[in-house]
């Protein structure tokens, strides 16, 4: 059993509204659970919360691995998962903004890669 706490509201608010000012409207943000690995070189899988939302074909992840500290992704498959460079935050609000940056700039990417 985990002992993280669950995201508060206000920070389920603060990840809310980035993602709607980000796309210009309203985005489902949806809480779950995910089991990962919290260090290296664990064995075991920890149930950590997580919020997950989908826009523009991406799938968003993040995770709360302790109090105030947050750790993300975005994947458009199993095969194309990338993260932001940086293992850890211990802002919400940077966590969301630096993943939304991310994946834009990688969505620009792909889009001129396809032309």
């Known amino acids: 059993m985990s002992n993280i706490p669950d995201f508060t509201d206000i920070e389920r608010g603060i990840v809310q509204q980035t993602v ?3 796309y ?3 985005v489902d943000v ?5 089991e990962i690995r919290l260090f290296p070189d664990d ?3 920890t149930s950590v919360p997580v919020l997950y939302w989908e826009e ?3 799938h968003f992840v993040i995770f709360k691995v302790g109090e105030k500290n ?5 994947f458009y498959s199993s095969r194309e998962q990338f993260g932001t460079g ?3 935050y211990d802002e919400i609000g940077d966590c969301v903004i630096t993943l939304l940056r991310v994946q834009a700039d990688h969505e ?3 889009v001129i890669d396809k032309d």
């Open 20 to 22: 709607q000012e980000r």
């Open 24 to 26: 210009g409207k309203p």
């Open 30 to 34: 949806q809480s779950a659970d995910a």
């Open 43 to 45: 064995r075991e899988l």
């Open 56 to 58: 523009r074909g991406a």
């Open 70 to 74: 947050y750790r993300n992704q975005f």
């Open 86 to 88: 940086r293992e850890e």
């Open 108 to 110: 620009s990417t792909r």
